[in-house]
């Protein structure tokens, strides 16, 4: 199963994500999550990234092209991925058309999760509050302003990534602002 989740930041795609790792024992692939592991591990790739990362903007094409296309060889997906948080751009969706025409992979699903974007911010408030409850770091991009600037790079950068799958016939949407358990039900029925 090679699938990708698109969505605005706060849409749940990661919490789906996790689940679907469950159900197909396949790794879930977050640019996100990698370049943030990159960032603590002080790597050239992570001192590069920290600060426009910081300040909810976009990393380079160059750099998370390079991570997926090397991260999507190794063994553990051998079963297939879910890609969380890439492609970004529609630079990014052809680069991965490329790479993938390439290694002779096909992607089986592409699903979009559509969420009122009035209820996005309150969701990430949400989410910074439980992570500090519960003991842990607060994503340093997890505020009111950072936010809004990762939304307006969502708008401006990433929508266009679905009307490309759209154009091509192969987007699934799901409404995002069902339950989580609702939202996974629904993404069931697509990957059955
Ligand atoms: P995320 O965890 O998906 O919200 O990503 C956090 C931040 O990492 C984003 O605001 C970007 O700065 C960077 N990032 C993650 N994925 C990408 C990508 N595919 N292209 C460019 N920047 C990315």
Not at 1 to 6: G, K, P
Not at 29 to 34: F, H, V
Not at 146 to 164: E, I, N, W
């Amino acid at each position: 199963m090679r699938l990708i989740l698109l969505g605005p930041p706060g849409a749940g795609k990661g919490t789906q994500a996790a689940r679907l790792v469950e159900k197909f024992d396949i790794p879930q692939l977050s640019t996100g999550d990698m370049l943030r592991a990159a960032v603590k591990a002080g790597s050239p790739v992570g001192l590069k990234a920290k600060a426009v990362m910081d300040a909810g903007g976009l990393v380079s094409d160059e750099i998370v092209v390079g991570i997926i296309s090397d991260r999507i060889e190794e063994a553990d997906a051998k079963k297939g991925f879910i890609l969380d948080g890439f492609p970004r751009t529609v630079a990014q969706a052809e680069a991965l058309d490329a790479l993938l025409a390439k290694k002779h992979m096909e992607l089986d699903a592409i699903v979009e999760l559509k969420v009122d974007e009035d209820a996005l911010l309150a969701r990430i408030e949400n989410r910074a509050r439980e992570t500090l409850a519960a003991g842990g770091t607060v994503r340093a991009d997890d505020n009111p302003e950072a936010f809004k600037v990762r939304l307006d790079a969502y708008r401006v950068q990433t929508a266009p990534v679905s009307a490309y799958y759209a154009s091509k016939g192969t987007l699934k949407t799901v409404d995002g602002m069902l339950p989580i358990d609702g939202v996974t039900k629904a993404l069931d029925k697509i990957l059955a």
